[in-house]
């Protein structure tokens, strides 16, 4: 019996001292692009889109086509905050369904993502090697772009990396 109460008394401690350790939670609003995560949930898209580090990324990643996603996210909501990233989603006027387009911005590193559909082709702007590298919600995205049963890369998608 005294054995038992040893067992219980040492389980308790173990559990004690597990909860209060305290916790190395990410914070995701940190990073090189830490001063932008302001913008959350306002309509200051110009604000991120003309940020010298994000016009960077957006260079060296979309390359010749800033300008065209830039066009396809002309008429856009807030900024919104998915998985440490502004997101910005978007479409040409009076386009949508065929002139759309999404950027997303990690506030960690600064990298950039980006997604243009264009007279019906899908390109993704992406460093990522894989399909399933990229966030979940764009993936998503993505899909439901071109086909929505696709749990793997749909087919007609294009690359630009």
Known sequence: MKSFSIAVTLTVTAILVVLSAPTSA??????????????????????LLDDAQVKQ???LVVG?????LKDNLATRGPIDFIDGNLVLTGLAP??????????WVKVYDGSVRAVIMHHGKVTIYATDMRYD???????????????????????GLHWQK
């Not at 009076?94 to 950027?103: F, I, R, V």
């Not at 919600?137 to 071109?146: A, D, I, W």
């Open 26 to 47: 990410q914070d995701w609003k940190k990073g090189k692009l830490g001063h932008l995560v302001r913008l959350i949930g306002t309509y200051n898209n110009d604000a």
């Open 57 to 59: 990324a957006m260079r």
């Open 64 to 68: 010749k086509d800033v300008g065209l």
């Open 94 to 103: 009076h386009m949508g369904g065929t002139e759309e387009a999404p950027l």
């Open 133 to 155: 590298h990229l966030p979940g919600q764009l993936r998503s995205y993505v899909r439901n772009l071109l086909d929505p049963s696709y749990e793997l890369e749909p087919p």
